[in-house]
């Protein structure tokens, strides 16, 4: 029976292959080497003439599960993970860049994701252009025959940005260029079945997916949507006839010289991570957005930024892409820095720390921590403003968290 419904189809997933003790999933393999019966049958398997395993850091049968769980979630063509979020994006550019190429991208990215583009990939002569990404104009006039990706996230952290993904994707189809984009944000399960024009996808497994934070992960999905002989440096691999030009050099050659191989633990507690999100993923946005409301009533609030608020730039956006209550994370602005200091040292509940989507509710001043070591100039082009406070909403009683941010809010 096909069920409809992806929480039943995630959960209703059986191990790819059928264990000898009936094992109700897959098993962790932590084994790195796989023995064959003959020399011929071990060649084969090397030689990808038939699926066998090989050696763990290549493929592992606990990891090819996740992979598959994620492609089914996704509908996508094709999963890879990675040991973090970072590893699948450093993997991912390092596949499509090459010196001489720069890619199009919003400059609000998550702080290391910016690094990797503004810093490491620099210096191996990948230019990184940064556009305004509600500006159409500025798009399409900084794509060249170089230009080797577009990138964004959806949506942005902390400012809470939606790009117009199919108007964007319009541009892009016209000029060749491939649209990457990071959901961490919003998993599959808050997303409209919509065509947004999304080629390849980063999600760092670490938030939604791993659950309660236990575990790193990152996850590449490719849809298998752009033509690569439209890619300087994948074209020759089209020539030979290979369909997925970008999913063959980076499973076969750039991911398996990189290393960054998620462990066999890691994918089962992931995929175990996966049976819940939807069920968090639904409780937590609900609390950020009740959270939301509340906190917009208070005297000593500024602003409040969450997708689901009238006032929100982006509100027409967010209706269009996202089912329900787009996503556990919202900001809002006290009115000075030392306030924020302050409100967030009179917490009781709600905890002073960087991750996003764990089971605790999390907060953080990101001017002074995950911005913290750029200087001025860095700060103004990301964006970062002083007086902004993150918030990921957790499982705990919303009364709870409510009454915890009133009471600190008094305090100040
Ligand atoms: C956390 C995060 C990453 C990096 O993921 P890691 O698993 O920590 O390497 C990338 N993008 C976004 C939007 C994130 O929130």
Not at 100 to 125: D, Q, R, W, Y
Not at 169 to 188: A, G, R
Not at 385 to 409: C, H, P, W, Y
């Amino acid at each position: 029976m096909q069920s409809k419904s992806k929480i039943t189809q995630i959960i209703a997933t059986k191990p790819t292959v059928k264990d000898s003790f009936g094992a109700i999933s897959q098993p962790v393999y932590r084994n790195i080497a796989f023995e064959y019966p003959d020399s011929e049958s071990i060649a084969d398997a090397f030689q990808q003439k038939t699926n066998g395993y090989t050696y763990s850091r290549i493929n592992n049968p606990t990891v090819f599960d996740f992979e598959q769980k994620m492609k089914a979630a996704y509908n996508a063509q094709y999963a890879m993970a990675f040991s973090s979020g970072m590893a699948a994006m450093s993997n991912l550019f390092m596949t499509l860049a090459y010196n001489g190429a720069n890619i199009v991208s919003s400059p609000h990215l998550f702080g290391n994701s910016f690094s990797l583009l503004n810093s490491t990939l620099k210096e191996f002569g990948v230019e990184v252009r940064f556009v305004d990404t509600d500006n159409l104009n500025e798009i399409k006039q900084a794509i060249d025959d170089n230009t080797c990706a577009f990138f964004c996230e959806l949506i942005t952290n902390p400012h809470l940005e939606i790009a117009n993904l199919p108007e964007i994707s319009k541009i892009l189809k016209q000029k060749s260029v491939p649209m990457v984009v990071d959901t961490t944000l919003i998993p599959w399960c808050g997303m409209q079945q919509k065509e947004l024009g999304i080629d390849l996808e980063i999600v760092s497994s670490t938030k939604y997916l791993s659950g309660g934070s236990g575990t790193l992960g990152g996850v590449i999905l490719d849809y298998d949507s752009f033509d690569w002989s439209k890619n300087r440096k994948l074209a020759p691999i089209v020539k030979t006839g290979i369909r997925s030009a970008f999913n063959h050099k980076l499973r076969t050659e750039i991911a398996r010289n990189f290393g960054a191989t998620i462990t066999p633990d890691t994918a089962f507690a992931q995929g175990v991570g996966m049976e819940t999100v939807e069920l968090r993923y639904k409780a937590q946005s609900e609390s950020a957005y009740i959270l939301a409301k509340e906190l917009l009533k208070h005297s000593c609030v500024v602003h409040v930024n969450y997708p689901k608020l009238d006032n929100y730039k982006y509100k027409e956006l967010a209706d269009e892409f996202f089912i329900g209550n787009p996503g556990a994370m919202l900001t809002f602005n006290l009115a000075t820095k030392v306030d924020c200091f302050k409100f967030m040292d009179n917490l009781k509940i709600i905890r002073r720390s960087t991750n996003l989507f764990d089971s605790k509710s999390l907060i953080i001043h990101p001017e002074s921590t995950i911005y913290g070591t750029l200087n001025a100039d860095m700060k103004r082009l990301i964006g970062i403003d002083e007086t902004l406070i993150r918030l990921s909403v957790g499982l705990e009683n919303v009364e709870d968290l409510k009454n915890d941010i009133f009471q600190a809010l008094e305090l100040i």
